[in-house]
């Protein structure tokens, strides 16, 4: 028998009562793992995360990764960056999430980067050169979302970017169908029994509500960005960048 390792993603491997997904202490302790096999690319996204900002970052400016998780991006962000004076709010809902990141910054040697636990739609952009929302736009009602945007861009100075990735659905059925049942292989390849995707599936239902491409980018043009493309895209996950 294999040795438990708590750091892998095991919390759907029994039968469970149902309930929604929560970022609690329990999907905090598996966080990477979990995310790292169940978002194909993700590692990827993550680094040219850290090449997008550091390119568009201004001197003086704010960087906010806005449902920062553990903090990926930003610590992705700080890695490459190289024009000073620039701070990063890392900025999340979850006290597990947070509390496990400030671990991380207490030994990290990263001072730019800054840690809040905080509602995102509450939150002020101020003097941003870079906005990232990664997988973070699905978990807001779609009530708040427009807001959401709206203050992101008119938190952001001229030149700046707004990064955002988001499970997608397709409005062509047979689309829809096909990439979803691609992922779900995908998540198998990734050490993932049908239980285990389908207990995840059912906790996700009412808590990451997805959106098509074209209802993102209406969304994004709305606010007032102008530039809108996706820069990458596999299966249902995709992720955009827009320019003010």
């Not at 929560?22 to 598996?30: I, P």
């Not at 707004?162 to 050490?191: A, C, R, V």
């Not at 209802?215 to 992720?239: E, K, M, P, T």
Request: aromatic share 10%; hydrophobic share 40%.
């Amino acid at each position: 028998m294999s040795e438990f390792d708590p750091s892998k993603d095991q919390l759907f491997t029994k039968q469970r009562a149902t309930g929604d997904f929560l970022f609690d202490d329990n999907v905090a302790s598996v966080f990477d793992d979990m995310i790292s096999r169940s978002i194909p690319g993700y590692r990827d996204i993550i680094s040219m995360i850290g090449v997008m900002a550091n390119r568009h970052c201004q001197e003086g400016s704010a960087i906010y990764d806005l449902g920062c998780s553990l903090g990926a991006a930003s610590f992705a962000i700080a890695e490459q960056m190289d024009c000073g004076n620039c701070l990063i709010y890392a900025i999340d809902s979850s006290q597990a999430m947070i509390s496990r990141l400030q671990e991380r910054l207490q030994t990290s040697g990263t001072p730019q980067i800054v840690s809040q636990c905080a509602d995102i739609t509450d939150v002020e952009i101020n003097n941003a050169s870079v906005v990232v929302l990664n997988f973070t736009l699905q978990f807001v009602p779609r009530r708040s979302r427009d807001a959401l945007i709206q203050k992101v861009y008119e938190g952001l100075r001229p030149g700046g970017i707004l990064i955002i990735s988001e499970k997608i659905e397709f409005p062509d059925p047979t689309l829809n169908e096909m990439f979803t049942e691609l992922y779900y292989n995908f998540k198998e390849q990734m050490g993932y029994s049908k239980m285990e995707i389908s207990q995840k599936r059912t906790a996700l239902e009412n808590v990451l509500v997805p959106e098509t491409l074209d209802g993102h980018r209406q969304r994004l043009s709305y606010a007032g960005f102008s530039a809108i493309d996706v820069w990458f895209q596999c299966f249902n996950f995709a992720s955009l960048v827009a320019f003010k």
